[in-house]
């Protein structure tokens, strides 16, 4: 094997990933990594939608996190947020957040608390 045939299917894939996302590295929306997406349709996706797209939609038959989606395709977490973001608009899957300050007492309660301990 010549050592040229070594970086080319490394390359080719970067530029599938570059056309693929339209050249964006962010989403569209946030997306946490540690999101749960799942399949909007019980149907497969046909031929008219990319082979990404179908992969993902067949992958989130079963509830997964962003990073499960991006690790179990082979591609980097960017171009996975920015595939599901796009699927998302689509109404192709189903996006849920991690509620990050739930449990949390509001910011603004801890100001008021703090301003009133202050007075004392």
Do not use: F, H
């Not at 094997?1 to 929306?29: C, F, H, I, K």
């Not at 939609?57 to 977490?77: D, F, K, N």
């Amino acid at each position: 094997m010549a050592s040229w045939d070594n970086g080319e299917p490394e390359r080719s894939s970067l530029v599938r990933m570059y056309a693929v996302t339209g050249g964006r590295t962010a989403p569209r929306t946030e997306l946490a990594m540690e999101a749960l997406v799942s399949s909007a349709t019980s149907a497969q996706l046909g031929m008219t939608y990319t082979r990404e797209y179908r992969a993902i939609s067949e992958l989130c038959r079963q509830v997964r996190s962003v990073a499960e989606i991006s690790a179990l395709l082979g591609v980097p977490l960017g171009v996975a947020r920015v595939l599901i973001a796009d699927m998302e608009a689509d109404g192709l899957v189903r996006v849920y957040q991690p509620q990050l300050n739930a449990g949390l007492p509001d910011q603004k309660l801890l100001e008021r608390v703090l301003s009133g301990l202050r007075r004392l």
